[in-house]
């Protein structure tokens, strides 16, 4: 993919250039939302980032709701070629990510600098994220150099001492002083940000690099060996130090088939990691973006009839706040633990829960304006009737007009096209277009008909003749996505 390279610096007034990760299928979701958050432009996405330009500061892309993790772009470019499979050869490439532009990566730096300047509040780690920089070995790889390997049995020293300091100050079981571990571990990674900002100079800096090889890279050269080479060269390029343990700054390289990415990331806990969900249940990323394909309006009434951790409500309570919610679910351990969640998102007055069963609510008929649900996934019910008779209860509850989101396996998403339903026509991305969706779910919102190509129209009334076994139910928009070790369908 061949795209030009990023200048973070070079047009102040036409903003900087960041990308995000973001879970497979739920680059259109982050797109959009960048582009509505942020008012973002020069948008476009590859496999599992997208990209961006924007003049946001930083304490308005921490309010990105679909993103796993936020960077800061030093380059973009072309895969490193490696048709000759010679190791030297690639990673004599690869130093020339460096030596060849060394003025984007000041820039980048400076740029990082001011964003951190401006954000008023130092980020903070939840306890849930006591390890938020651990990586995975063989993907996330650190540099490592003669004099590191000093600095880390310092440091390791250094710890040990600590370590019985912590025991000191924690004191006996029955003082119950409040300084623990993990609060030390919390105030470190807090006073990194002040460490980067205080620096005078680019020699100031401590970094360290993660690099991860995909596709046929992975097969010629680690990652480990593309972090080494990388930040040599910085150390040369630079004069900066090299630091495992707590760096001022870290660098993240992927290196794929198809493009090479570098970029700096902005904060130390993934965006994903919601400060206001004390136990997680669903993806919060996969929560919001249910959410947001309903369209929930001011005064509506919500249902999520299996709420299990009410992770979909309190997701769509912190960003649609003039609404009313309630969840049900048949297992008191779930509703307890919901109910925990609320208190600490400080969302009981908005969200209200009760024990019901999804086949048998105790609800009037067409009370609901949306329904939005994680179908469990064969665990509690099976395929079958079961799957059609949940439908026809959250139909009966659901308002004529009203949006119902689910999220389903692969087996009750297949179940459903198979017993007459029929398949939504999708893209190449695995969904429909945006302004197809809308037209579909409120042509009168849209424009007159006659706006709409004759396709759109031939497509949309493909799709509102296709009707599910389930009464009125019409099958509108289905997106693709990734739980992680299996794919869904929302």
């Known amino acids: 993919m061949a795209v030009a390279q990023a200048d973070p610096g070079s047009d102040p007034s036409g903003g900087a250039r960041f990308f995000c990760t973001a879970g497979r299928g739920l680059e259109p979701f982050l797109m959009r939302e960048v582009r509505a958050r942020l008012e973002a432009t020069q948008v476009e996405y590859i496999s599992g980032k997208v990209f961006f330009t924007t003049c946001s500061d930083l304490p308005s892309m921490k309010k990105l709701k679909s993103a796993e993790r936020l960077f800061l772009l030093i380059k973009k470019q072309l895969p490193v070629a490696v048709s000759s499979l010679h190791k030297g050869r690639i990673l004599n490439e690869m130093q020339r990510f460096v030596n060849d ?6 820039e980048a730096i400076s740029l990082w600098k001011k964003l951190l300047e401006h954000d008023p509040k130092r980020e903070k780690v939840s306890q ?3 390890n938020p920089l651990k990586r995975k070995t063989g993907e996330n790889e650190i540099i490592v150099a003669k004099k590191l390997k000093v600095e880390e049995k310092q440091e390791v020293a250094k710890d040990h001492g600590e370590s019985q300091q912590d025991k000191l100050l924690q004191g006996s079981p029955e003082q119950g002083e409040a300084v623990t571990r993990t609060e030390l ?3 470190r990674l807090i006073s990194t940000t002040e460490k980067a900002t205080d620096a005078q ?4 800096l401590t970094f360290r690099v993660s690099c991860r090889c995909t596709g046929k890279v992975r097969k010629v050269i680690t990652g480990q060996e593309a972090g080494r080479v990388i930040g040599l060269a910085l150390m040369r390029q630079f004069g900066w130090k090299a630091d495992l343990r707590n760096p001022n700054i870290e660098i993240f390289m992927h290196l794929s088939d198809a493009y090479s990415v570098v970029g700096i990331p902005l904060l130390r806990v993934p965006l994903a990691s919601r400060t206001y ?3 997680a249940g669903l993806r919060s990323t996969i929560a919001w973006a249910m959410a947001s394909i309903a369209e929930i309006k001011a005064g509506a009434l919500v249902l999520d009839p299996m709420c299990g951790l009410g992770t979909i409500l ?3 309570a912190e960003e649609w706040p003039d609404v009313f919610y309630m969840g049900a679910d048949v297992s008191n351990t779930q509703l307890l633990g919901a109910c925990d969640n609320l208190k600490a998102a400080g969302l009981t007055d908005r969200i209200e829960l009760l024990k019901g069963s999804v086949t048998d609510l105790p609800l009037p008929s067409q009370s609901m304006d949306v329904i939005i649900s994680d179908i469990p996934f064969g665990k509690k019910f099976k395929l079958g009737k079961d799957i ?3 439908l026809q209860e959250m139909e009966r509850v659901l308002r004529v007009g009203g949006a119902m989101v689910l999220l389903l396996s692969e087996d009750h998403h297949r179940h459903l096209t198979d017993c007459g339903g029929g398949s939504i026509p999708l893209t190449s991305q695995g969904h429909i277009a945006e302004r197809e969706m809308k037209t579909l779910l409120n042509p009168d919102r849209t424009g007159a008909p006659d706006t709409a190509s004759p396709s759109q129209r031939a497509s949309s009334l493909q799709c509102l003749g296709r ?6 139910l019409v099958p509108v928009e289905s997106f693709k996505v990734s739980l992680g070790k299996t794919d869904a369908f929302i």
Do not use: H, Y
């Open 101 to 106: 532009d060394p003025g984007s990566w000041l």
């Open 128 to 130: 849930r994220d006591a």
């Open 185 to 187: 571990q919390e105030q």
């Open 201 to 204: 100079n680019q020699e100031d």
């Open 277 to 279: 969900i004390q136990t």
């Open 314 to 316: 309190v997701e769509a």
């Open 388 to 390: 059609k008779s949940i």
């Open 467 to 472: 009707m599910w076994p389930c009464g009125s």
